[in-house]
């Protein structure tokens, strides 16, 4: 026959179970460990007590200097204070539990074994002096071990076969503390989400204005001419690219010293349309005058073998000469080199053009500044999610402990949602 599982909607409900099922069996365990505690406590008040009237009585001994005495007070007056300094520190706990009496046993523990130990050779060397003192002491530290003794073997013989139920009872109440503090980060992601959310509509909203001021207007007249620039640009390379050969040697002719006649000028401007050819067409005057004196020169060198061209090259190179400076193939070319330059130019002068990139400027600053916040609040937001996940964790592990430990106790299965 299958057991069946008692099902809880919440942890508050099997909470309440929970302490019904265990009420019987707990609460006289917590009473004889509550009146335990008490007893050591007040054995362990009562040693202080004593400890105190040994520190004083030992003290009038040092004051009234009576050498026979005198080294026996000070060595009874410094472990009186060494008594009251560790008793001091022995703090019986306030909520009793197993692990928390546990812990106060082990820390008393230790504090009655050095005493123990202290006063089995300090004693006797004090003797014959205090006898008084130090058998009250001795008394009331004996039933301080007594109570311990009884402490002890009700925590490890009675209380422990109790343990798992408290800690399931403890585990109910560390499980409502983390479904608290999901719900409070909860509700701080959702705090982050809508600190978050206006700021990328923001961010949005200014790349909307960024992308219309680029592809309308001025802007996007400067991209189509620079479009156009571009293709002029490869067309004129294109025409001249028989040349590049031709005045590279050139260039290597008027550096070389090896004559040719080439004016600086000259060889300024074959460096010029070697360099930037469509710079280079832009600045001459129409008809383009600096470069057919340059192509001149040229046909005279090659016509001399000066420039030891091969076959091939020289005749491309011919032909580009001869069309250039005889048929005028690149007048067409300049004039549109120099229609698109002077409206690009116009363009970018435009008061319209400081305008809008003076706009553009803003809006990209705005964007910078919300993607930095933007970067700091999903860091937050990343932060609350780690933590709500880890609680989600813990809440699922304390369930499954509280129902492997209530059937390890009761021999009930039970299920919290």
């Known amino acids: 026959m299958t057991e069946t599982t008692i099902q809880f909607t919440s942890s508050e409900e099997a909470k309440r179970w929970l302490e019904t099922q265990t009420s019987s069996t707990l609460t006289p365990v917590h009473a004889q460990a509550k009146k335990l505690r008490d007893d050591m406590n007040n054995s362990i008040q009562a040693m202080a007590d004593v400890s105190k009237q040994l520190f004083d009585t030992s003290s009038k001994e040092i004051e009234r200097r009576n050498m026979k005495v005198y080294n026996r007070a000070r060595a009874l007056n410094k472990l009186a204070r060494l008594f009251l300094d560790r008793l001091k520190k022995l703090t019986p706990p306030e909520q009793v539990t197993y692990d928390s009496l546990s812990r106060y046993i082990v820390e008393t523990q230790k504090v009655l074994l050095v005493i123990d130990i202290d006063i089995k050779n300090w004693f006797p060397r004090i003797s014959p002096f205090f006898i008084m003192d130090r058998r009250k002491f001795s008394a009331v530290y004996e039933r301080a071990k007594q109570a311990y003794n009884t402490l002890n073997d009700y925590v490890t013989k009675e209380y422990v076969k109790t343990k798992t139920l408290e800690e399931a009872l403890q585990q109910v109440n560390e499980l409502q503390n983390v479904e608290k503090q999901l719900v409070v980060l909860g509700g701080e992601k959702e705090t982050i989400k809508n600190e978050r959310t206006p700021i990328e509509q923001e961010i949005a909203t200014l790349e909307i204005k960024i992308n219309e001021l680029k592809c309308t207007g001025p802007i996007d007249k400067l991209n189509m001419v620079n ?38 000028d000259e060889l300024n401007k074959i460096n010029q349309y070697l360099d930037a050819p469509f710079d280079a067409m832009f600045s001459e005057k129409s008809g383009y005058p600096q470069l057919k004196e340059v192509l001149q020169k040229l046909e005279v060198l090659m016509a001399e073998d000066k420039l030891k061209l091969k076959p091939d090259k020289a005749r491309k190179a011919a032909d580009s000469v001869n069309e250039i400076l005889h048929k005028d193939s690149l007048a067409n070319l300049q004039v549109r080199i120099v229609e ?17 990139k003076h706009s553009l400027v803003q809006f990209q600053e705005q964007v910078n500044l919300l993607k930095a916040r933007k970067t700091s609040v999903e860091t937050h937001e990343a932060v609350k999610e780690n933590s709500y996940k880890e609680a989600q964790d813990k809440i699922s592990s304390h369930k499954r402990t509280i129902e492997k430990n209530v059937y390890g106790s009761l021999v009930k299965k039970i299920q919290i949602a």
């Open 227 to 264: 479009c156009e620039i571009e293709v002029l640009s490869n067309e004129l390379k294109h025409e001249l690219n028989h040349l590049q050969k031709p005045f590279i040697k050139m260039q290597a002719l008027a550096t070389g010293g090896g004559g040719g006649g080439i004016t600086p």
């Open 340 to 356: 698109t330059t002077t409206n690009r130019d116009q363009l970018i002068a435009s008061s319209k053009m400081d305008e809008i």
